[in-house]
């Protein structure tokens, strides 16, 4: 491989444009995995990269072994100075390896049995975690409404660890997402909830809701037909990080799940 060191290769560019702007990531269908970890399981869910870029001076290891494997497959391997694959990455400490990956195209089911909503969240890394929550507890479907964070943030795709290709995810607003489920029953999380969320019969198709972490739940959610549901702590705790309530929600819901209806 020749080694890369302009910042004004075509591709580099396109990388660096993928890193920075959500416009471009919308545009080209596209989107940038870094670190070994993240490429392989982007493989392992049968994603294939356009190409990837490693830096000049990888050393033998796992990173070695990935772009051997890649490079035996067909796909293109771009070698790149250590300064400019910095450049590119998103990362403080790069791992060597970067790749463009297409955009996760997952089908949005038609009668989805669990829907976890972020409403309005705003902290990339929060959602990510929530969206690999849900694609380990099988979770049909995750839903963003508007004001929620770019899930293909490059912060967000690391702390999903390739769960976006695993796990549809559907930009609505409400006006869209009732249009869709009409009969899914809707649970909102809320400190002031009448009915904690161990009590909650989750065997029905069902909405998790959970606002973001700075605002809350909209007022405007209020309106429509909910439940409040709320997670009980012990007095003068501070309420909880939006992922971390979240993943309570799914895995209480899939417990129930599994036990059956609540007698």
């Not at 080209?28 to 993240?38: A, D, Y």
């Not at 490429?39 to 050393?59: K, S, W």
């Not at 490079?71 to 590119?88: I, S």
């Not at 869209?176 to 009448?194: Q, T, V």
């Amino acid at each position: 491989m020749s080694l890369i060191s302009s910042p004004h290769n075509e591709r580099v560019k396109l990388v660096r444009l993928l890193q920075s702007q959500a416009k471009a990531r919308r545009k080209h269908r596209r989107l940038v995995l870094e670190g070994v970890r993240l490429v392989q399981d982007a493989l392992e869910a049968g994603v294939r990269p356009d190409f990837v870029c490693c830096a000049a001076d990888l050393p033998d290891g796992s990173a070695l072994d990935l772009i051997r494997r890649l490079q035996a497959e067909g796909t293109p391997c771009l070698l790149v100075t250590d300064a400019l694959l910095r450049d590119m990455a998103d990362t403080e400490t790069p791992q060597g390896v970067l790749g463009v990956f297409p955009w996760p195209d997952l089908p949005v089911p038609t009668a989805p049995g669990l829907v976890l909503v972020a409403e309005g969240w705003a902290d990339p890394g929060n959602l990510g975690t929530a969206i690999r929550t849900a694609a380990a507890a099988g979770v049909d479907l995750v839903a963003l409404t508007p004001g929620t964070v770019d899930p293909f943030n490059p912060k967000a795709l690391r702390a999903g660890m390739g769960a976006h290709f695993r796990v549809p995810i559907l930009a609505s607003d409400w006006r869209g997402l009732i249009a869709r489920f009409p009969d899914r029953a809707i649970y909102l999380a809320d400190a002031a909830g009448e009915v904690t969320y161990d009590a909650v019969d989750w065997t029905h198709p069902a909405m998790i809701v959970v606002g973001g972490e700075a605002h809350g739940l909209r007022d405007a959610l209020r309106g429509l037909p909910h439940t409040l549901v709320r997670i009980p702590m012990v007095a003068g705790a501070e309420s909880l990080n939006a992922a971390v309530a979240a993943s309570l929600l799914i895995y209480e819901a899939r417990r129930h799940a599994l036990r059956g209806p609540i007698s």
